[in-house]
């Protein structure tokens, strides 16, 4: 039974912030494999798994992930799970191949405009079945099909602004520790981007079929700094667009005189990268007066 006490405390601000990770492949799947036999499933889950750790520890955000073991997740699954947890973020980490040995460094992709538009025909051809896990959330709508295209529109261009930014946020983050292979989110109509009610991106970690990037995916070191880059980023993208609803705010903090932007980072609970991606600040440090976005946690 729940707890009414508890229940009559929880305002709708108190949500916290719902992340939903997601490691590529597993069980009968491998991804891809490299020349010294790393699998693609082994990396990727190790990644999510210290990116998990490293969430469940900023204060208002839960994390929930698609597989935390070797097993096989189906595609739709992956992603109904994003939209039934009402994740304010859904990413799927991969590592990348390509038959050029050469061929290196991070993509970060989010759903194409031919595959959002898809994705809503098929949502709205589905509209009158109740037990779609995605429609039944508007079930005041149900009925109504022309409201529920209003409806599944508006929500899909909100989370596809909210996925290009988070998605822009996490290359920034990502090019500090591995070089990118492309320099802008690319776009695509991978499945589990196609959730029209959460901002959903794809990363391509590093490519496993180089052999030096390979070598640099078996370093548990860098899947370390991995999954600590997509944190900052993660935690700058909702610095700078809290979710509506949840626990995190923003506000603005004046740089005053002598004060680094390390002790900034401290006071808010912050990493410096964090806080630059927030801020959209390059390597120094800023001028006294600088306006700095920092976050509000009532966690
Ligand atoms: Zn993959």
Redesign the pocket.
């Known amino acids: 039974m729940a707890d009414a006490s508890r229940l009559g405390r929880i305002t709708p601000r108190e949500r916290p912030i719902v992340v939903c990770l997601d490691p590529?492949?597993g069980g009968h799947d491998p991804?891809?494999v490299g020349v010294r036999g790393t699998r693609?499933k082994d990396v990727?889950l190790d990644v999510g798994l210290i990116l998990a750790g490293h969430l469940r520890r900023t204060p208002g955000i839960q994390v929930v992930m698609t597989r935390q073991t070797d097993r096989y997740i189906p595609l739709l699954s992956r992603m109904y799970l994003g939209s039934r947890q009402r994740a304010d973020l859904f990413v799927s980490i991969?590592?990348?191949?390509f038959p050029d040995p050469d061929v290196r460094g991070s993509t970060v992709w989010a759903l194409s405009g031919k595959g959002a538009s898809n994705a809503a025909a098929r949502w709205l051809a589905k509209s009158q079945n109740s037990a779609d896990p995605i429609l039944s959330k508007w079930s005041t709508s149900r009925q109504d099909p022309m409201l529920n295209e209003v409806l599944i529109n508006m929500t899909q261009t909100a989370a596809m602004n909210a996925a290009a930014a988070a998605a822009d946020v996490m290359i920034r983050g990502l090019a500090g520790i591995e070089g990118l292979h492309n320099a802008a989110v690319q776009h695509a109509n991978f499945v589990v981007l196609r959730a029209p009610d959460v901002p959903s991106m794809l990363v391509?970690t590093a490519f496993i079929s180089n052999p030096q990037e390979e070598q640099r995916l078996r370093d548990p070191e860098f899947r370390q700094d991995l999954a600590q880059s997509m944190h900052d980023a993660i935690v700058a993208h909702f610095v700078k667009a809290p979710p509506s609803g949840s626990c995190w705010s923003a506000a603005n903090h004046v740089l005053g005189h002598h004060e680094t932007l390390t002790e900034v980072a401290r006071r808010y609970g912050l990493s410096v990268k964090a806080l630059r991606l927030a801020n959209n600040l390059a390597q120094g440090e800023e001028p006294a007066g600088t306006h700095l976005r920092v976050p509000i946690m009532d966690a």
């Open positions: 590529g492949h991804g891809a693609e990727v991969h590592a990348d191949a391509e």
